[in-house]
C-alpha cells in the first residue's frame, strides 16, 4: 500500500516501484488506502494528466508502478461508522478506473507466478500456436481493493447482546456484497486476529 505523502516524495517512482517490479513483480502497490468517502476525488486527480506544465511530474511517472486503489470502508462525515453506505463510492471509483484501461501482453511482468507457470505447461494457444511464437495481448484495469471494515466500540460478545453481534453480522455481509457487486475486487476485514472482545488494540479502540 502507498499513501499521499509517499506518493508526493517520489518514493514510488524512484525506490519502491522499480525495486519491487524487478525483484518482486507479484507484488501489488495500491493507491490511496483510507476512507472511502474521498477516494473518488482522490483518485481522479491522481489518475488525471499534469496539464499544468510540460514536466512530467512524479505523480504521472508513478503510474506505471501503481496497480490500483484501496479504500476503508469508514467515512470522515459520519461520526458512526457507515460501511454500509460505500456502493456508491465504489460505483463511482470502478468507472473512473476503467478510463485507466491499457493493453498488455500476456507475459506482461504483472502476471502471478501461477499465471506465467500454467502459461509455460499449457505451451499453446486456442489456434495451436506455442506461446512463443504468438503474443495475446488483453485490456486490463487497476484493481479496485476493499481493504478494511470493521464495527466499534466493543464487541456483540463482550456486551452479552446476541442481537447486536447479529445486527453487525449482517450489516457487513451486506456490505461486503454491496462492494463486490459494484465492483470492489475483494475484501479484507479488519482484523482477523481478534480475541472476543475486540483486543488487542494498542489505541484500545476494542471492536468487532
Known amino acids: 500500500m502507498c499513501a499521499r505523502q509517499i506518493l508526493r516524495e517520489g518514493v514510488v517512482v524512484h525506490h519502491l516501484g522499480p525495486v519491487l517490479r524487478e525483484a518482486h513483480p507479484d507484488v501489488k502497490i495500491f493507491a490511496y488506502d483510507t476512507n472511502k468517502d474521498q477516494c473518488v476525488d482522490f483518485m481522479a486527480h491522481f489518475w488525471s494528466?499534469?496539464?499544468?506544465?510540460?514536466?512530467?511530474?512524479?505523480?504521472?511517472?508513478?503510474?506505471q508502478y501503481i496497480d490500483g486503489a484501496a479504500l476503508h470502508w469508514y467515512s470522515r462525515s459520519h461520526s458512526a461508522l457507515d460501511g454500509g453506505e460505500g456502493a456508491p463510492n465504489m460505483h463511482r471509483l470502478k468507472e473512473l478506473?476503467?478510463?485507466?484501461?491499457?493493453?498488455?501482453?500476456e507475459n506482461d511482468a504483472s502476471s502471478t507466478s501461477a499465471e506465467r507457470q500454467q502459461k509455460r505447461l499449457l505451451g499453446r494457444t486456442v489456434n495451436g500456436l506455442s506461446n512463443k511464437t504468438k503474443k495475446q495481448q488483453k485490456w486490463k484495469e487497476p484493481i479496485l481493493l476493499d481493504t478494511e471494515a470493521t464495527h466499534c466500540s466493543s464487541t456483540g460478545y463482550a456486551e452479552n447482546d446476541i442481537d447486536l453481534s447479529w445486527h453487525r453480522a449482517e450489516r457487513s455481509a451486506h456490505a461486503i456484497l454491496s462492494q463486490l457487486a459494484a465492483g470492489s475486487n475483494g475484501f479484507i476485514e479488519w482484523n482477523m486476529v481478534l480475541d472476543p472482545f475486540g483486543g488487542p488494540n494498542h489505541a484500545e479502540n476494542f471492536c468487532d
Open 97 to 105: 478506473a476503467s478510463t485507466q484501461r491499457r493493453l498488455i501482453k
Open 49 to 63: 494528466p499534469n496539464s499544468s506544465t510540460s514536466i512530467t511530474s512524479e505523480k504521472d511517472l508513478s503510474l
